[in-house]
């Protein structure tokens, strides 16, 4: 009797409790469960930014999904595994990055980029009138700083990134970012009654 072939063995990876660096070491093998996993871990929250910052929830859905689909590929890169989500970001922030110029582009030889949601539209329900009036105006004023600010702002404001995560993800010096900052928020000051950070 001839013997039976040998059975694959599927290994299942917990959600919790297996370390991020664990995961880009299996990943960096071709292990699909640690890339799912990977993806599951941070899918969610690159989509919610990128929809905030992109104001479209399908635009944000092509960025995550170029994001792991270059982010696979470029596993090899990363030298600390520990640091793949502020490394994920910073693709994904730059995919932003390119969508927003190339819509600011669109616009300027006069062709319309898809239609960009108002801010309104990710505010929490219940928010007063004048709360949403508020958006509006940011959101116009946003609309009009240049690309960095505009990323950097939203990063730090929005998404409530560090000031290092901001810099990583937007690939500039502290320094740089401190000053991108310092810009946006002057302009929006100037439109907008922002409260301070705690």
Known sequence: MPAAPPRATVRHLEAEGVPTAELVDRAR???????GLLYRRHAAEFLAFSARLLRSSSAAEDVVHDTFLLVFARLHQLRDGSQFRGWAMSIAVS???RRLRRERVLRFVGLDAAPAEALERHAVSGLSVEARAELAV??????RLPTQQRLAWALRHVEGEKLEDVAVAIG???ATTKRYLAAAEAVLAAHVRLEPRP
Do not use: F
Request: charge should be positive.
């Open 29 to 35: 093998r071709r292990d699909a469960a640690a890339e």
């Open 95 to 97: 995919l932003v990055r």
């Open 138 to 143: 940011l959101d116009v004023v946003l609309a």
């Open 172 to 174: 500039k010096s502290l």
